[in-house]
């Protein structure tokens, strides 16, 4: 993915949802009160994550090209810096020689 649209188009067609599973994961699964939520609970706050991500990028992508122009230098520089990040993450989970 090199371009704003093609996230944005991947969010919309059901990334969100993978998306809200990760930030879910690696974020909150850190929390005791997290972990103390039935799992009914944790399925419908990541459906509506993924809901609200999905809205979003629907509305972003409905906007005219010259009001999303000012800031497509900033996303792009946000999404690379993720998907960096992400894939150190990965390397780093499967690297077997870390210690």
Known sequence: MNDWNEVVEWLVTGGAVAVAAWFVSWFLEGFDWWSRQQTRLKSTLILVLALLIGL??????LLPPE?????????????????????????????????
């Open 67 to 99: 009001e999303l122009a000012p800031y497509l230098p900033y996303l792009n520089v946000a999404i690379l810096t993720v998907i960096a990040w992400l894939g150190s993450q990965v390397a780093h989970r499967v690297d077997g020689n870390k210690t």
């Open 56 to 61: 979003l990028a629907t509305w972003v992508r």
